[in-house]
C-alpha cells in the first residue's frame, strides 16, 4: 500500500469517532445525501473529486497538516468563471505572458494556515500546466505561473475554486492597493469573546458579592452551567487561532508562542469546569474570558498599529526611476506615480517598461529576465503589448500605457528569489536563537511555578502558571528588526536612498572593500566639458551622429547627445529615424541614418584607418560611412562630496576603481585610490564581475557602486550593489539598492544611520529581556492575574513598535535625515 493511501486511511481511522456521516474531505455532515467512494464519505461529487486529485498524486498529507482542511464545494457552478474566457478581462487581471508562459496574482482570503500554504505551492502536481507557485502568507497572495498551451486562466481559477481556495476577483479595482485589516471572522470572535466577558462577570456576581455557597448553592450552579455554555464558544471559535497554530506547531515539532497560550487556555477551563462540575469551586471562567478578548483587542490592536506604519512604500518615491512622457510632441522626464493609462512614453536602450503598454513605434527586443529569468530577447511588432518588468535592448520605442504602474508588482518582482542574496544577519540570527529556546524556557519556568504553588495554594498555582505562559513573549524580538528596520528604510527612502528590503542594512554595514565605477557613479552626466576634434561637423551630421546616440542610455552617450543638440533645431524624428541600430555594451553604438552608416566609440570600436587627430584611445570617435570624422574631447566633472565620500570610505575599507573608459584621468582619481594597483580601466563587465568575485574569493565583503549599465553582473555578485540613478531608468534588479545621485554627498549619514539603526535593534532585545525578567518575577509569585497578564502581552509588542518608531526617527532627526 502507498504512503499516501496509508495517509488517507490513518485520517479516516482518526476520524471515525466525530461522525459516521461527516464528509471525508471537509469533515461537514452529509445532510443531502452520501457519496462513497470506496470505505470513504464524501458530502458532494466536488469533494470527492479533490481527494481524488490528491490521492492520484500522492498528496494526501494534505488531511494530515490540517484535520478537516478542505472546505465544502455543494454547489460550486463553473459558469460563474466563464468571463475569465473572455480576452478583455484576461488581459485586465494577467501580470505577464509571453506565449509560452503566464503568470498572475490573485488574493486568496481563505488562506490561513500551514496546509494551505502547502497546497498551494504545490499546485503543479494537480495540473501539468501549472509549472510553479507560491504563497505570500502574510498578504494571502498567491502568484501562480503556467502554460496557456496545457491550461487556461478559467481552468486554473477553477482548479484553485475546486480545491477550496477561489481567488476574490473584482474587475472594478483590480488596481486597489489596499486589502481589509482584518477579516470579518476575526470581528466575530471578537465580539463573541467580548460578549461573553461581560456575561459571565455577570453571572459571577454570587461569588463577587460573597454570598454563601450553601445557602444559594441553586444559583451557584445555575450560573456556573451558564458560565460553561458561554466558554465553550470563547475558548473554541473566539481562541481557535491560538489553538490550531499550536497543534499545527506541535505536528511539525515546533514549539511556537501560541504553545503556552494554549496551554494557559486550557488549563484555566479545564480547571474551571472540573470546580463548577464537582461543586468545590467557581473556577476562573471570568478570566479565561477576558482573558481571550484581551489577546484578541490586543491583536487587533497590533494589526492597526502595524498597518498605519505599513513600510508598503509606493512607486512615487520607492524607484527613482523617470520615465519619458511624450507631452506636444517632446519627451518630458516625469515621476512614475504621475503616468497614467493612455500616455505615451518613449523608452530607450536598456530602459525599464515601468508598466503594461502597447508598442506604437520602434523595434522593441524585449528582455523578460526581471520577470521570467531568461535573458532572450523578445522581438514585438507594432499593435502588440509589452507587459511591466521588460527591459528594451533595441533602439528607442514609443509605447501607450494600459495600465498604472503597480509599485507592488514591481517590488514583487525586485525582491524575486533570483535576485536575492544570501546574507548572514547576525540580528536575524539572534532572534531566530531566542525565538527557539524562549517558548521551551517559558514552559519550564511555569511548570516549576505550578509545581512550587500547588502544594500551598491551588488557585495562586492555577493564577500564577496561566500568568507566566501568557505575559511572556518573543514577538518583541520577532517585531524588532522588522519595524527598527522597516522604519530605517523608510527614511532613507525619504532621502531618496531606496533599498530593497530590510537586509540590505546589515549588508552595507559589513564592508571591507568598496569598488567604484567611474563614468555615471563618480562623473556626473551634464556639466562636463565637451569639444570636437577634427573638421568641424555640419549641422546635417550633427543631427545624423545625435540620432545614433539618443537612443543609448549611456551616460557618455546622452553627454554628447546634449551637446549636438545645443543651439540646433529639434531633432526631426521622421527624417533622422536610425536602423540597424546596435549599441555594443563598453564599446559604442552604431546605426544607418540617411542612408550612412554612423559608429559612435571607442577606437577600437571604430576600428579604420586612423589618423593622428586624437592620441591613441583617447575620446570618442566618430565614423561617417567608414570615414573617420573625428573625435569627441571630454573633461568630467566629478560628483559633488567625492572627496569626503572617499575619505569616508577609506577609514573603513579598502577602495578600488573599475572603468570601461581609457586612464586619461588616472592622476586626478590617484589622491582617492592611490596609485598601488587599486585603479583599474578599459575594464569589460565580465571583467568587473571577476574582480569582484576575486575579492570574495579573499573572504572580503564587498559593496560595489556603479550606474547599472555596464556593471549589472557585478552588481549582482557583490554583498551589497548600488545603483547610483540620475533621472533616468536605468535601475537593474540586481543592485540591493539605488541612490539618486543628487545624494551621493550623503551616502556617508546614510551608512551611518545605519549604522545605529542596528544598535537600536539590540536596545529592543534588551528592552524585552527586561520586561519579561519583570513581568515573569511577578507572575511566578501570583501577583498577576491572567487578564492583566492578557493586557500586558500585547502592550510590550506595542512598546517595541513605538521605540521603533520614535527611536529611529530621533536618530534621524539628530543626523540631520
Known amino acids: 500500500m502507498s504512503t499516501a493511501s496509508q495517509l488517507a486511511d490513518q485520517h479516516l481511522i482518526d476520524k471515525m469517532p ?151 476577483i473584482n474587475l472594478s479595482n483590480l488596481d486597489q492597493q ?81 504553545v503556552p497560550i494554549s496551554i494557559g487556555m486550557l488549563t484555566l477551563f479545564g480547571r474551571s469546569v472540573f470546580e463548577i462540575l464537582t461543586h468545590t469551586g467557581a473556577g476562573y471562567l471570568d478570566s479565561l474570558a477576558g482573558l481571550v478578548f484581551f489577546l484578541l483587542a490586543g491583536k487587533w490592536f497590533q494589526q492597526r498599529t502595524y498597518h498605519n506604519l505599513s513600510f508598503e512604500r509606493d512607486y512615487k518615491s520607492y524607484f527613482p526611476i523617470a520615465a519619458h512622457r511624450k507631452e506636444e510632441g517632446e519627451a518630458r522626464s516625469v515621476t512614475l506615480d504621475k503616468l497614467e493609462p493612455g500616455d505615451i512614453i518613449i523608452v530607450k536602450h536598456r530602459e525599464l517598461i515601468p508598466a503594461d503598454s502597447i508598442l506604437l513605434k520602434g523595434e522593441a527586443e524585449i528582455d523578460y529576465s526581471f520577470v521570467t529569468g531568461e535573458s ?30 503597480s509599485q507592488s508588482y514591481l517590488t514583487q518582482l525586485w525582491n524575486d528569489e533570483a535576485f536575492t542574496k544570501r546574507t548572514e544577519s547576525q540580528a536575524s ?5 531566542v525565538g527557539k529556546l524562549f517558548t521551551i524556557a517559558i514552559l519550564l519556568v511555569a511548570f516549576v511555578t505550578l509545581a512550587y504553588w500547588l502544594p500551598r495554594d491551588a488557585n495562586t498555582a492555577i493564577n500564577a502558571f496561566t500568568a507566566v505562559l501568557i505575559i511572556a513573549c518573543p514577538c518583541a524580538v520577532a517585531l524588532a528588526i522588522p519595524f527598527i528596520f522597516g522604519n530605517a528604510v523608510r527614511i532613507l527612502g525619504r532621502h531618496q536612498f531606496y533599498l530593497k528590503n530590510t537586509a540590505v542594512i546589515e549588508a552595507l554595514t559589513n564592508i571591507q572593500a568598496v569598488v567604484f565605477d567611474k563614468t555615471g557613479t563618480l562623473t556626473q552626466r551634464g556639466g562636463s566639458d565637451i569639444a570636437f576634434e577634427g573638421a568641424p561637423l555640419d549641422a546635417h551630421e550633427k543631427q545624423m551622429i545625435r540620432a545614433v546616440l539618443k537612443p543609448s542610455g549611456h551616460p557618455i552617450s546622452q553627454q554628447l547627445a546634449a551637446f549636438l543638440g545645443e543651439g540646433e533645431p529639434n531633432l526631426d524624428e521622421r527624417i533622422y529615424q536610425p536602423d540597424s541600430w546596435e549599441e555594443v555594451v563598453g564599446k559604442g553604438v552604431t546605426g544607418i541614418v540617411c542612408q550612412r552608416r554612423i559608429k559612435v566609440g571607442s577606437r577600437k570600436f571604430v576600428d579604420q584607418f586612423l589618423t593622428n587627430q586624437c592620441p591613441e584611445g583617447d575620446g570618442v570617435y566618430v565614423q561617417v560611412n567608414h570615414e573617420l570624422r573625428g573625435c569627441f574631447r571630454i573633461k568630467n566633472h566629478f560628483r559633488k562630496g567625492l572627496w569626503n565620500v572617499a575619505r569616508y570610505f577609506r577609514e573603513k575599507a579598502s577602495l578600488f576603481l573599475l572603468s570601461g573608459d581609457n586612464n586619461r584621468e588616472r592622476p586626478m582619481l590617484a589622491p582617492i585610490f592611490g ?25 572580503q565583503k564587498v559593496l560595489m557602486l556603479g550606474d547599472g549599465l555596464n556593471d549589472a553582473g557585478a552588481l549582482k555578485q557583490s554583498d551589497a550593489g548600488v545603483v547610483v540613478a540620475e533621472d533616468t531608468n536605468n535601475f537593474t534588479p540586481a543592485c540591493d539598492a ?80
Open 429 to 433: 540570527a539572534l532572534a531566530d536563537k
Open 376 to 405: 532572450e530577447p523578445v522581438r514585438k511588432n507594432t499593435g502588440e503589448k509589452i507587459y511591466a518588468g521588460g527591459r528594451q535592448m533595441g533602439g528607442t520605442i514609443e509605447l501607450s500605457l494600459t495600465r498604472r504602474v
Open 675 to 699: 596609485d598601488n594597483g587599486n585603479m583599474h580601466f578599459n575594464q569589460s563587465p565580465q571583467d568587473k564581475l571577476q574582480f569582484v568575485r576575486k575579492l570574495q574569493e579573499e573572504e
Open 178 to 258: 489596499d486589502k481589509p485589516l482584518a477579516e470579518r471572522s476575526f470581528y466575530y470572535k471578537l465580539g463573541i469573546a467580548g460578549f461573553a466577558f461581560g456575561n459571565i462577570m455577570l453571572l459571577s456576581f454570587p461569588e463577587y458579592l460573597g454570598l454563601d455557597p450553601g445557602a444559594d448553592a441553586y444559583f451557584f450552579r445555575v450560573f456556573g452551567y451558564l458560565n460553561i455554555l458561554l466558554a465553550l464558544p470563547v475558548v473554541f471559535y473566539s481562541g481557535r487561532d491560538y489553538l490550531q497554530s499550536a497543534w499545527l506547531g506541535l505536528k511539525q515539532g515546533i514549539l511556537n508562542i501560541d
Open 738 to 817: 539605488i541612490l539618486d545621485a543628487r545624494q551621493f554627498h550623503l551616502l556617508p549619514s546614510f551608512l551611518d544611520f545605519a549604522r545605529r539603526s542596528i544598535r537600536l535593534v539590540y536596545f529592543a532585545y534588551t528592552f524585552a529581556l527586561v520586561y519579561n525578567i519583570i513581568g515573569l518575577s511577578f507572575a511566578v509569585q501570583g501577583a498577576l492575574s491572567p487578564i492583566v497578564a492578557a493586557i500586558l502581552m500585547p502592550l510590550s509588542s506595542i512598546s517595541i513598535v513605538l521605540f521603533g518608531m520614535l527611536a529611529s526617527n530621533g536618530v534621524a532627526r539628530r543626523m540631520g535625515l
Open 18 to 168: 466525530e461522525t459516521a456521516t461527516s464528509c471525508y474531505h471537509c469533515g461537514e455532515p452529509c445532510e443531502e445525501g452520501e457519496v462513497l467512494l470506496e470505505d470513504k464519505i464524501f458530502c458532494c461529487e466536488g469533494c470527492k473529486t479533490v481527494f481524488e486529485i490528491l490521492n492520484d498524486n500522492g498528496m494526501c498529507r494534505y488531511y494530515d497538516l490540517d484535520e478537516n482542511a478542505g472546505i465544502s464545494l455543494k454547489g460550486k457552478a463553473r459558469e460563474e468563471y466563464a468571463f475569465l474566457d473572455d480576452p478583455d478581462v484576461r488581459e485586465k487581471i494577467i501580470d505577464f505572458s509571453d506565449g509560452q508562459r503566464t503568470r498572475v496574482s490573485f488574493f486568496i482570503p481563505q488562506i490561513h494556515c500551514a496546509s494551505c500554504i502547502w497546497l498551494l505551492e504545490n499546485l503543479y502536481k494537480l495540473s501539468p500546466g501549472v509549472q510553479a507557485s507560491t504563497v505570500n502568507f502574510v498578504k494571502k497572495e498567491a502568484y501562480i505561473t503556467f502554460s496557456e498551451e496545457e491550461v487556461s486562466l478559467r481552468q486554473v481559477v477553477e482548479l484553485l475554486a475546486s480545491i477550496g481556495y477561489a481567488p476574490a
